[in-house]
């Protein structure tokens, strides 16, 4: 039975007890209930329904309604943050493979430089690789100079060598007796590199090599130190 149904039923029973109480009370000669009274009456039943069907219909609709888009609110948030950790964590691994990738390219960079190093040294020629002459020629010292001198430490034994003999294998210091193209002071140091030290442009040049790496690390160590200091 619907709340209709019921507020009809206690309007029509809140009558019938109303008309046999009117009815009865004129055969008592008690007195008769007023119309006000009756129409008081019927109203208060109506307190049995509140809410009508139609409308208690509505209340759940929108009820409905609220919760749907709180859910849908939910997932959304929970939908954002979840791409935001998934980009974090695409964008952790862009850069850690990005990091790899540079160490690699890094260290191949190295391998092949270390090879070309190698390489320039094996192709290298060696003091004793040259026919002994009785005098050379500037030109003629230079180009030992490049045939045993790696590739990428040439210039920085030529900067050293114009600045302490301007190529001149028989240049000597008259005070403090430094002699050849590196000035080795003494001089016979280089007998170390052979016996014609003070003849052969290549002994001197194989002295002054091994004196700068030992030394310096590298003909481009030793310029280093000369242009800060004017001497190496």
């Not at 029509?12 to 119309?35: H, M, R, Y």
């Amino acid at each position: 039975m619907s709340r209709i149904s019921v507020r009809g039923f206690a309007v029509a029973s809140a009558t019938a007890v109303t008309t046999v109480g009117a009815v009865v009370g004129v055969a008592s000669g008690a007195p008769q209930t007023s119309d006000d009274n009756f129409e008081a009456t019927a109203a208060d039943t109506t307190l049995l329904a509140d809410i009508p069907a139609g409308q208690h219909a509505q209340v759940q609709t929108v009820s409905l309604a609220q919760q749907a888009d709180a859910q849908a609110n939910a997932a959304d948030v929970a939908a954002k943050k979840s791409a935001e950790e998934s980009a974090r964590i695409q964008a952790a691994k862009d850069a850690k493979a990005k990091k790899q990738a540079a160490e690699e390219k890094a260290e191949q960079a190295r391998e092949a430089k270390e090879e070309a190093e190698r390489a320039s040294r094996s192709e290298t020629r060696d003091s004793s690789d040259f026919v002994v002459q009785s005098s050379y020629s500037v030109a003629e010292v230079q180009a030992m100079a490049r045939q045993m001198i790696p590739g990428d430490q040439y210039q920085c034994f030529s900067n050293i060598v114009d600045h302490e003999s301007t190529w001149n294998y028989q240049a000597q210091n008259p005070s403090s007796g430094a002699y050849g193209l590196v000035q080795a002071l003494p001089g016979s140091k280089m007998a170390s590199a052979g016996a014609d030290w003070q003849t052969n442009p290549a002994t001197q040049i194989k002295w002054g090599l091994n004196y700068m790496n030992d030394r310096y690390g590298s003909p481009c160590g030793a310029w280093s130190f000369w242009q800060a200091n004017n001497w190496y």
